[in-house]
């Protein structure tokens, strides 16, 4: 756990009710509840939120845990009785699942008129694609973005930083909730918001989308200026199988990076005037890159300002100075007692010092603790536990 905070957490008093699993909503209520909020993590009496044991740790800390069968009308009672007392509810089901529950937008703002309601799938609450299953390659496939993934041979590639999941769904959904929770502070109305993964992904295709308007067609894979078209800007493999990150784009970048490579001649061609004057010029880089070790490239590039760097991997970036100095570790004792490093919360602000409040719950830990704040007595928890209601 990190040390004693300074000041008011941005989003202290919020209460966020969380019906999502795996990772688009688990991870955008991580944030919320990084800033503060109150996250009541919502999972049923079965198999509950089945994201790996170690995905569950890094994304569910600062958040409570309880468990109910919504498919019981005693369960939707209580969720219903919850989001009166609550700021945001935030739903990863299929479009008509929370409806069928008995637990709609409709209901759901009638019963308490200000929450601000996130609905989080993957095409969209409308549209002909809406009822179709999908994981963030499908969503990414629709909207154009896992054509432009690949590399400068052509061939499409996958990554394994989840890009429709977490751009198109949790960062949209952050941004969504938090534009909304402010007009509902103003107005008292809340509203639902209405994420889709493929939208969000989509909506964030800039640079291939001004291909088209500018040529008429996007880019092959691996073909445009920031994907390997040109051999100032992209990746290089060293003597020992690692890589360095050529983003030399700009002439003086690439300049100084030529002197380093002991390869002045090369300066003139940032932009090489024809294809085989480029690939000349992208085998004469690698051959020299490629020469030497990542150290030895490392320790020659560390003074310089070229826009070239190592390619590390994550347990290399732990360990950078730069990361340790901005605090973006953070050491973490999960609810089994086990020590677990963690990224901190990524925006740092004046006043407010990111703690880690809480470990992740085991599934309803917080059960009890919850209930009885929301004002039910220990006699009527009993009765729900008895009956498998809440657990």
Known sequence: MTGAAAGRPPLQGVKVLDLTRLLPGPMCTLHLADLGADVIKIEDLGLGDY??????????????????????????????????????????FRPGVMARLGLGYEVVHNRN???????????????????????????????????????PSGELALSN?????????????????????????????????????????????????????????????????????????????????RYLAVGAFEHKFWQQFCDILDRPDLAAHHIPATPALNQWVRQEVATRVGAQTLAYWSALLADSDCCVTPVLNVQEAQ???????????????????EPMTQ???PVQMSDYVFQVRRAAPVQGQHTEEVLREAGWDAAAIATWRAQKVVA
């Open 51 to 92: 994201a790996s044991s170690t995905v569950r740790e890094l994304i569910n800390r600062n958040k409570r845990g309880i468990r109910i069968d919504l498919k019981q009308a005693e369960g939707v009672r209580i969720l219903l009785d919850l989001c009166a007392q609550a700021d945001v509810l935030v739903e990863g």
């Open 113 to 151: 008129p200000r929450l601000v309601y996130c609905s989080i799938s993957g095409y969209g609450q409308t549209g002909p694609l809406s009822q179709k299953a999908g994981h963030d390659l499908n969503y990414c496939g629709w909207a154009g973005v896992a054509e432009q993934m690949g590399t």
């Open 161 to 241: 930083v989840p890009v429709g999941d977490l751009l198109g769904g949790s960062m949209t959904a952050v941004m969504g909730i938090l534009a909304a929770l402010f007009d509902a502070q103003r107005t008292g109305q809340g509203r639902h918001v209405d994420v889709a993964i493929a939208d969000g992904v989509l909506a964030h295709a800039v640079i291939p989308l001004a291909g088209v308007l500018k040529q008429g067609h996007t880019p092959p894979a691996g073909g445009d200026k920031l994907t390997g078209a040109l051999p100032c800007y992209g990746l290089y493999p060293t003597q020992d199988g």
């Open 319 to 337: 360990a950078l100075p730069h990361f340790v100095a901005r605090g973006m570790w953070v050491e973490v004792e999960t609810a089994q007692g």
């Open 343 to 345: 990224m901190a919360m």
